[in-house]
């Protein structure tokens, strides 16, 4: 069954510091892959996205994410956050067979230390 | 721009009640979709819809039922709430052609008492 793995729930990061966020997923084929944010009480925000080709990819705020299929991640980064990064964010995997659903890991609550 | 925009925002109901939350997208998106989100489970759909007229049951369709009379609007019902179903609601919507891209609303935030 496809499935989506955010290991972690909370991660703390100094602003200005480098940020990464783990992603592994569960699929038999090559799949759509998303990141998502989601600001305090506001609906989520599409980042960033991976359909194909280049396996590195970029978003919207200075985010990127690198597609491994070696190791079935799709780590979201950003080599300097910024107070208003604060959010929690969402991977999510789409495919071509499922009636454009999309799966959806857990999530983890960005943390923003001053 | 509009794009997908849900009513209420807020609701609190008590056990037994009935509501319906209202989903309207103006992008003339052939796909929509329910979720509810609670904390540390992420997104979890509910019901979903790949055209007007037709619904399909989600990972958690239990205690809801859906309409889709309209293209532009997809509706969630609650005929007799429960505790349970206290949570954060949110609808998304998307087209062919844009692979699973989809896009969100601002959430109904429901408390059932």
């Known amino acids: 069954a496809q499935s989506v793995t955010q290991p972690d729930i909370h991660i703390t990061v100094s602003e200005g510091a480098s940020l990464e966020l783990r992603c592994n997923y569960s699929y038999g084929a090559t799949p759509y892959l998303f990141w998502y944010v989601q600001s305090p009480g506001q609906g989520l925000q599409l980042l960033l996205k991976?359909?194909?080709?280049d396996t590195l990819v970029q978003g919207i705020k200075g985010f990127e994410a690198e597609f491994k299929r070696s190791q079935s991640s799709f780590n979201l980064r950003k080599p300097s956050v910024h107070w208003s990064d604060a959010a929690e964010y969402f991977c999510a995997v789409g495919a071509l067979d499922s009636n454009y659903q999309l799966i959806w890991g857990a999530g983890t609550k960005l943390i923003i230390k001053p | 721009n509009a794009g997908v925009t849900q009513t209420p925002k807020f609701r609190v109901l008590k056990t037994g009640q009935s509501m319906t939350l209202l989903c309207a997208q103006d992008m003339n998106h052939e796909y929509m979709y329910w979720y509810r989100q609670d904390p540390g489970m992420g997104l979890r759909l509910i019901h979903y819809?790949?055209?007007?007229?037709?619904?399909a049951k989600g990972e958690v369709p239990d205690g809801y039922n859906v309409s889709r009379l309209k293209k532009q609007n997809f509706l969630l019902g609650l005929e007799s709430a429960a505790p349970s179903q206290t949570s954060v609601y949110f609808c998304?919507?998307?087209?062919?052609?844009?692979?699973?891209?989809?896009?969100f609303g601002a959430g109904t935030r429901l408390s059932v008492l």
């Open positions: 998304a919507s998307t087209f062919v052609g844009q692979g699973n891209i989809q896009y």
């Open positions: 819809s790949v055209g007007e007229g037709t619904t």
């Open positions: 991976y359909f194909s080709g």
